[in-house]
């Protein structure tokens, strides 16, 4: 069975800094699909970003990047220029590419942004 | 953000009631989902609808019943809940199929007393 380990229950980082939240997972597949989820105090699950485990070239939407080392199995988040809005749960969550629907949840960072 | 519409939001009942949790989609998807976030533990997969047909019920006690009478409407029937299902239960939605992004709804916090 796939496993999503985070290992920072917690980061702090200052606003308009930079913030890298790890990601690790377990797997014997080739085919699969990586995904960052930000949860603010509204528990909203809003998709930051996802990644293409075929694909070598990191994923990146506006302030939002990933290193994607899939030999490591390794999928971290940075998040530059932090901004206020960005306080929230950050979970990372695998998806099988042949196995279909379902998503495997880490068990989250809180993001504490100080202004 | 209403692509995926929960009702209630709140919800508080005993152990003895029934109700139900409603999911809505308006973003055409053909698989929807309930998943089950509780304190300290990971966002718990519950069941899985694709094309209408539960593909997946991943070890739920028979207290939580799901129906998907169509593919924009999934529901969570709850009966003779016990304390330790006091919950965030949240709803998703997707296309069929493994690349697809699930698109997930605000969810409905439970307390059962």
């Known amino acids: 069975a796939q496993t999503v380990t985070q290992s920072q229950p917690e980061m702090s980082v200052q606003e308009a800094e930079t913030v890298t939240l790890s990601c690790t997972y377990d797997t014997s597949e080739s085919d699969y699909y990586l995904f960052w989820y930000k949860q603010p105090p509204s528990r909203q699950m809003i998709l930051v970003i996802r990644?293409?485990?075929?694909?070598?070239q990191n994923a990146t939407e506006n302030r939002f990047s990933v290193n994607f080392q899939k030999a490591a199995k390794s999928f971290s988040l940075k998040i530059s220029d932090s901004q206020l809005g960005d306080a929230a749960m950050y979970f990372c969550a695998y998806r099988s590419g042949a196995a279909g629907n379902k998503l495997t949840f880490g068990g989250g960072t809180r993001v504490l942004v100080k202004p | 953000e209403t692509g995926v519409t929960q009702t209630p939001r709140h919800l508080v009942m005993g152990m003895t009631n029934k109700k139900s949790l409603k999911c809505e989609q308006h973003?055409?998807?053909?698989?929807m989902y309930w998943y089950k976030q509780s304190a300290k533990k990971p966002l718990e997969l519950m069941f899985v609808y694709s094309l209408e047909e539960r593909v997946e019920n991943n070890s739920v006690p028979s207290r939580f019943s799901p129906e998907c009478p169509n593919s924009s409407h999934l529901f969570l029937h709850l009966h003779t809940l016990q304390p330790e299902d006091s919950a965030l239960y949240l709803c998703a939605s997707s296309h069929q199929g493994g690349r697809e992004t699930q698109y997930f709804g605000p969810g409905t916090r439970l307390l059962v007393l």
């Open positions: 973003l055409g998807h053909n698989a």
């Open positions: 990644q293409e485990a075929y694909k070598q």
